[in-house]
């Protein structure tokens, strides 16, 4: 209805993919799913689900809002490939508010970055990563 009467709707949402692709497909600008109940600074909850989401939802960005309590948190969303986090409470609640926002931009910035840059595959097991040809005997 507000995307009808020209709203920007920028959707909070939880992490679930059916309903968030309901609000993409009704128009939402943007789909802002919580790493954590809002206030809690528990840091991202459940990874799994913002990963399929990120797979999932290429159309509008993905803001995570809410949950995010200190900069490895921010990374982390960001590392996950969302646009954007978007924070209060971590920043606001910090002992030192001016010098944890620092940390948070750094921490989106390093994030980002990241995500960009493309991690190294996982793997179960230890191979050897400095190669053998060249090595002087």
Sequence with gaps: MLVKEGFTVLAYTSDDIVFAKRLV???ASA???LGAPIGSGLGIQNTANLRILREMITGVPLIVDAGVGTASD???????GYDAVLMNTGIAGAQEPVLMAEAMKHAVLAGRQAYIAGRMPRKLYATASSPLEGVVR
């Design 25 to 27: 497909d009704a128009g």
């Design 74 to 80: 921010a990374a982390i969303a960001m590392e996950l």
């Design 31 to 33: 789909v802002m799913p």
